[in-house]
T-cell receptor, first 117, second 114 residues
């Protein structure tokens, strides 16, 4: 089974702190994703990466950055945390897209619930 | 732009009753379709997927879904709901040329009454 792990289940940080959220997958997937999940808004894509050192902005990248130095690890960085970044953060991984450009299913980690006070 | 709609925010059913959760998408070509379930405080688990072929797909936990191209829908069904099915359900769609990304609906929260 694919396993995606996230470094923390719960995290409390203060406004202005630099925050690192770590994600590791063990299935040698090329693609990795970071989402935030808020009630009534579903999942919104922050960033994704399709290869080591490669990244693309998602729908809501402002206030976030990412790092992918190794294939299995994808980090989300909040340079200066703010209260409006309080949310559930979900990491996912997948194989590269199907021939013709479609998408394989994504496998998710358990999530990190971040509270910024 | 492509979009996914789950029109029901909350649904309540009695244990043993049948269930149908609705999902509609907006896209011109054949999409790649997924249903996920999220238990409280957990990540998302894949229930089933449709890429091509038979439009009725079977998934885990006794769920099935039917792709109806004419209605741009991919509704999730279960003939008899169990109390453990209480969770949030997300429909997701991948599009040709979508760059490996999925677009998620806003979710349907299922409550099961005993």
């Amino acid at each position: 089974d694919v396993k995606v792990t996230q470094s923390s289940r719960y995290l409390v940080k203060r406004t202005g702190e630099k925050v690192f959220l770590e994600c590791v997958q063990d299935m040698d997937h090329e693609n990795m994703f970071w989402y935030r999940q808020d009630p009534g808004l579903g999942l919104r894509l922050i960033y994704f990466s399709y290869d080591v050192k490669m990244k693309e902005k998602g729908d809501i990248p402002e206030g976030y950055s990412v790092s992918r130095e190794k294939k299995e690890r994808f980090s989300l960085i909040l340079e200066s945390a703010s209260t409006n970044q309080t949310s559930m953060y979900l990491c996912a991984s997948s194989l590269p897209g199907l021939a013709g450009g479609g998408s394989y299913e994504q496998y998710f980690g358990p999530g990190t619930r971040l509270t910024v006070t | 732009a492509q979009s996914v709609t789950q029109p029901d925010i909350h649904i309540t059913v009695s244990e043993g009753a049948s269930l149908e959760l609705r999902c509609n998408y907006s896209y011109g070509a054949t999409p790649y379709l997924f249903w996920y379930v999220q238990s409280p405080g957990q990540g998302l688990q894949l229930l089933l997927k449709y890429f091509s072929g038979d439009t009725l797909v079977q998934g885990i936990k006794g769920f099935e879904a039917e792709f109806k191209r004419s209605q741009s829908s991919f509704n999730l069904r279960k003939p008899s709901v169990h109390w453990s099915d209480a969770a949030e359900y997300f429909c997701a769609v991948g599009f040709t040329g979508g760059g490996n990304k999925l677009t998620f609906g806003t979710g349907t929260q299922l409550k099961v009454e005993l």
